[in-house]
């Protein structure tokens, strides 16, 4: 069992920050593959940014350069640090973990952009 816990979520006028964080426990090997998606209503859920164990990033082109993905290996936690918030980051996001073979999803935190 696999549990993912969010927090950071919330309003933030645009241009401002928030800083979300993801804590993985339970059966966790090694966390290969930490990240962050999100989904705006009416939209499909889509990739953000990612970090594997080894430190590679990718990240969306809609956020890179504005968002900034880090991982603890020792606690097993991903974050994800957003500048410069834009409204159309408005969206519920969720962290995932791929770990031998299966993907784990958080319940996900809302974040909303005021103009």
């Known amino acids: 069992q696999v549990q993912l816990v969010e927090s950071g979520g919330g309003l933030v006028q645009a241009g401002g920050s928030l800083r979300l964080s993801c804590a993985a426990s339970?059966?966790?090997?090694?966390?290969?593959?930490m990240g962050w998606y999100r989904q705006a209503p009416g939209k499909q859920r889509e990739l953000v940014a990612s970090?594997?164990?080894?430190?590679?990033?990718n990240y969306a082109d809609s956020v890179r350069g504005r968002f900034s993905i880090s991982r603890d290996n020792a606690k097993t936690t991903v974050y994800l640090q957003m500048n410069s918030l834009k409204p159309e980051d408005t969206a519920a996001y969720y962290c995932?973990?791929?770990?031998?073979?299966?993907?784990?999803w958080g319940q996900g935190t809302q974040v909303t952009v005021s103009s």
């Open positions: 995932n973990v791929f770990d031998r073979g299966a993907n784990y």
């Open positions: 339970g059966s966790i090997f090694r966390a290969f593959r």
């Open positions: 970090i594997t164990s080894g430190g590679m990033t």
